[in-house]
């Protein structure tokens, strides 16, 4: 199990989500979500489909805009407008700022086709960020090299297998410097032996110290790389706690039903 719930239990707060809740015309999928994630901290969430974890995941960096509640990177509230589901973002400046601080790496690898690895890793520092083009192409090898297809840097998405298109998916939100890194199940489009590649590759992130929050469905990488593992069941955080306290002291039955689930898939 990672170590550094201790080191990271006084760090500054990174991540705060406040009483978050969001609804879908009539379905509430969100009904009332707290947490936080402080600087180091790997937060997984796990929990069954529909329990609202990619919304909630999607919520921090607004590519869902909740209905209410208050999203806070870094102490920094986002400033929406408006009410229920009509809130909306209130300062485009803002959320582009604090977005640039957000690596999200989605299920699907959403690589542009057109442009190389390489081209893929370095567009947002370029675009978004206006960094030195030389500076942005040494550090996006380095990305590459580090999620261990450095060998690939020249070829097209479609020229690589899944598990090498999500590492490049992660080589490129780690070029931007995120702040925090926010996986939505990276591994669920991927076979078992290309998922193991892309763990090892988060595993590795995680060992290094960084901030991240994780949408997983893999209850052993969960337990292995989490500092704190919240589980959601239907809108509400039903239990939440260290891997210990989650996965082997267990007080809620729901969570107890759906681990003896996952165990026998």
């Not at 969001?22 to 379905?27: D, I, N, P, Q, R």
């Amino acid at each position: 199990m990672k170590q550094a719930e201790p080191a990271v239990a006084g760090a500054m707060p990174v991540v705060e989500l406040r009483d978050l809740h969001k609804s879908f015309g009539t379905l509430e999928v969100l009904k009332g979500i707290s947490f936080t994630a402080r600087e180091g901290q790997v937060v997984s969430l796990i929990g069954s489909s529909g329990s609202g974890k990619s919304t909630l995941l999607r919520c921090i960096n607004m590519l869902e805009i909740p209905d209410s509640g208050d999203v806070l990177i870094d102490g920094e509230a986002i400033s929406l407008k408006g009410e229920g589901q009509h809130r909306q973002i209130a300062d485009e400046g803002q959320i582009r700022r604090i977005r640039s601080e957000l690596g999200m790496v989605f299920q699907s690898f959403n690589l542009w086709a057109h442009m190389t690895v390489l081209e893929n890793v370095m567009e947002a520092p370029l675009v978004v960020q206006k960094r030195d083009r030389a500076e942005v192409e040494a550090e996006a090898r380095a990305m590459l090299d580090k999620v261990g297809i450095g060998a690939k840097a020249d070829a097209y998405p479609a020229q690589l297998s899944g598990g090498q298109q999500q590492r490049a998916a992660i080589a490129r939100a780690l070029c931007i410097n995120p702040r925090v890194m926010l996986f939505d199940e990276p591994t669920s489009a991927l076979d078992p032996e290309l998922e193991v590649e892309v763990l090892r590759v988060i595993k590795l992130l995680a060992d290094e110290g960084r901030t991240m929050v994780l949408v997983t469905h893999d209850m052993d990488f969960a337990r292995t790389v989490s500092d704190r593992v919240i589980f959601l069941h239907l809108g509400l955080i039903e239990e939440e706690g260290t891997p210990d306290e989650v996965f082997g002291a267990t007080r809620s039955a729901r969570l107890k039903q759906f681990l003896n689930a996952a165990n026998h898939e």
